[in-house]
């Protein structure tokens, strides 16, 4: 049977070498010389359809579904679905405005 000490120090020194392997890995700059370029994509062209979802569904449809909630007797809510409508309305015309 192992003692709980040696176990510990087999588990310690464990753990010593996987943190220099992982150090002398980082520290390799070999690997660094052969990278490839990442080209990225143009995505000016989406921008239109993502400003026209964004304006339709939190400008107009978050307050339409907001007051809804709010003056809907029959329909039960909850206070944090409102909260979280309206302030999505907020962070949308925030970000419409950047």
């Not at 995505?43 to 964004?54: D, I, Q, T, V």
Request: charged residues 15%; hydrophobic residues 45%.
């Amino acid at each position: 049977m192992v003692d709980a000490c040696e176990y510990l120090a087999y588990v310690f020194q464990k753990e010593k070498l996987i943190h220099t392997k992982c150090a002398s890995a980082l520290t390799d700059t070999s690997r660094l010389t052969n990278a490839t370029t990442v080209e990225i994509p143009h995505l000016a062209g989406l921008r239109p359809s993502f400003l026209a979802l964004h304006i339709v569904g939190g400008l107009v449809g978050l307050p339409v579904l907001t007051i809804t909630l709010v003056f809907s007797k029959k329909v039960p809510r909850q206070p944090a679905l409102i909260n979280f409508c309206i302030s999505w309305v907020v962070n949308s015309v925030s970000y419409t405005l950047l």
